[in-house]
């Protein structure tokens, strides 16, 4: 069987920005007990294997073609992008996914830091975080960080591995997140178990975020 592959194999690059993702990571979430840690390495393992695959050996493209066909599926040749390779659209198929991942991406981000941010004010308050994005989920970090990845690994550049690992970050990071809120409960008591049930863990109920941004615009206009 006879392979096509386009990639760049740009090992430099992926070097930079698994350094980039790993340092925002770390810098953001700075993880403190044996627990974070090990959350943290899944996604350093996540990072890693993400922008190994993007920008040096297409490894999940290989894979399928060599074990399932996927060469003989579609009428393009394959790229490294496995939406360009099944779609069967060619290059749209990654723009496409590029587009909407990196979207999501920086929606992540944002309220990745944003929720630091608000949970860093809050310590130096000696309070329960409860306000802004808090209002909406009891996690944004956490949830800031699921969307970032979903948009990188499984929408913009879906690879075995970072499919793979998205549901395990999600049920580690949930664990964490119960194991954090118990220590709340412990030093706040009953204001935290109220907060608790008042707010979710990482999903806003519908029309939160409807009622979120209204109030923005109007702190702001």
């Given at each position: 069987m006879k392979e096509h592959f386009s990639h760049s194999g740009a090992w430099g690059l992926a070097i930079i920005f698994m350094v980039v993702a790993s340092w925002l990571l770390y810098r953001y979430l700075a993880p403190k007990t044996w627990r974070e840690w090990a959350t943290a390495g899944i996604v350093q393992a996540f990072i890693i294997a993400l922008y190994a695959e993007m920008y040096g050996f297409p490894l999940t493209i290989y894979l399928l073609a060599r074990?399932?066909?996927?060469?003989?599926?579609?009428?393009?040749?394959?790229?490294?992008?496995?939406?360009?390779?099944?779609?069967?659209?060619?290059?749209?198929?990654?723009?496409?996914?590029?587009?909407?991942?990196?979207?999501?991406?920086?929606?992540?981000?944002?309220?990745?830091?944003?929720?630091?941010?608000?949970?860093?004010?809050?310590?130096?308050?000696?309070?329960?975080?409860?306000?802004?994005?808090?209002?909406?989920?009891?996690?944004?970090?956490?949830?800031?960080?699921?969307?970032?990845?979903?948009?990188?690994?499984?929408?913009?550049?879906?690879?075995?591995?970072?499919?793979?690992?998205?549901?395990?970050?999600?049920?580690?990071?949930?664990?964490?997140?119960?194991?954090?809120?118990?220590?709340?409960?412990?030093?706040?008591?009953?204001?935290?178990?109220?907060?608790q049930q008042q707010v979710p863990m990482f999903l806003p109920r519908l029309g939160q975020w409807r009622q979120f941004i209204e109030r923005s615009g109007e702190r702001h206009g």
């Open positions: 074990f399932f066909g996927l060469d003989r599926n579609t009428p393009y040749d394959l790229s490294a992008n496995l939406w360009s390779s099944l779609v069967g659209i060619g290059e749209t198929g990654m723009l496409v996914s590029m587009l909407l991942g990196y979207i999501l991406l920086f929606i992540g981000i944002g309220i990745f830091i944003q929720g630091w941010r608000e949970l860093y004010r809050s310590h130096l308050d000696d309070r329960i975080a409860a306000t802004g994005l808090y209002k909406l989920v009891r996690h944004p970090q956490y949830t800031g960080l699921f969307i970032g990845l979903f948009g990188e690994g499984v929408i913009h550049w879906p690879t075995l591995f970072s499919v793979g690992l998205f549901p395990v970050i999600i049920f580690t990071y949930f664990l964490l997140a119960r194991n954090e809120e118990q220590r709340m409960v412990d030093r706040h008591g009953d204001a935290y178990r109220t907060y």
